[in-house]
């Protein structure tokens, strides 16, 4: 029996949704602070948590940029997969969780369980950060340890599938049983020797979990 981590910026949806709002909303600052990240000066949380604060936008206004964010195609069918494959899905991501909620709800995904960082907001405009699922003792230093959050759901005995294509997936990159990888993390995989499949949008994850479960028939 397999369980199904999957990653959200950058594989539900193609392209990275935080820098896009961050880009559209945050005072342009922000990019020092993905910087000073990229070169390890400070912590994903910390750099995440920073660039909230400089986001400046009315509800609606974020709504409404929300509501043209289209996600990969396959990603609903694969959804069905796992739920026919009995394989609970969650999704683990270092973005928010408001931006997430609305965004698979307008597609109609319902009832998947979603681990984020918490997007709060002021009412005056102004947003902050909570990150109830990170994790002191992960070396990623993310708002959300995917590697601790694995633990949580699924039976025992339960293999981990990751889907993901970035650093924040790279914590739980280096414990799962398997990895649908793109971007660094697939460069990551093949550095490490992780087992991999590279896998560059829903439909190739669809064949090969299919292949996986062998369950052909269902995506054929
Ligand atoms: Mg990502
Ligand atoms: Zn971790």
Redesign the pocket.
């Known amino acids: 029996m397999w369980k199904v981590m999957c990653?959200?910026?950058?594989?539900i949806v193609p392209f990275?949704v935080t820098d896009r709002l961050l880009d559209r909303f945050a005072d342009p600052a922000w990019q020092f602070v993905e910087e000073a990240w990229k070169h390890g000066r400070i912590s994903a949380r910390r750099c995440m948590t920073l660039q909230v604060s400089m986001i400046r936008a009315r509800q609606e206004e974020l709504d409404d940029f929300l509501d043209t964010i289209d996600i990969d195609p396959s990603f609903a069918a694969f959804v069905t997969d796992c739920r026919q494959a009995g394989a609970p899905l969650a999704v683990v991501?270092?973005g928010l969780d408001y931006v997430i909620d609305r965004i698979l709800r307008r597609h109609r995904i319902e009832g998947l369980q979603v681990f984020a960082n918490q997007l709060v907001a002021g009412g005056d405009g102004t947003y902050r950060m909570e990150a109830p699922f990170a994790a002191e003792a992960c070396p990623a230093a993310s708002g959300v340890c995917k590697c601790q959050r694995a633990g949580s759901i699924g039976g025992e005995g339960c293999r981990t599938l990751l889907v993901?294509?970035?650093r924040?997936?790279f914590c739980l990159g280096a414990a799962a049983d398997l990895v649908f990888a793109r971007?660094e993390l697939l460069a990551r995989a093949r550095e490490r020797g992780w087992a991999a499949v590279q896998v560059t949008d829903f439909a190739a994850a669809r064949r090969e979990f299919a292949r996986l479960t062998g369950r052909m028939a269902d995506v054929a």
């Open positions: 990653d959200f910026d950058g594989t990275d991501s270092d993901g294509d970035g924040s997936d971007g």
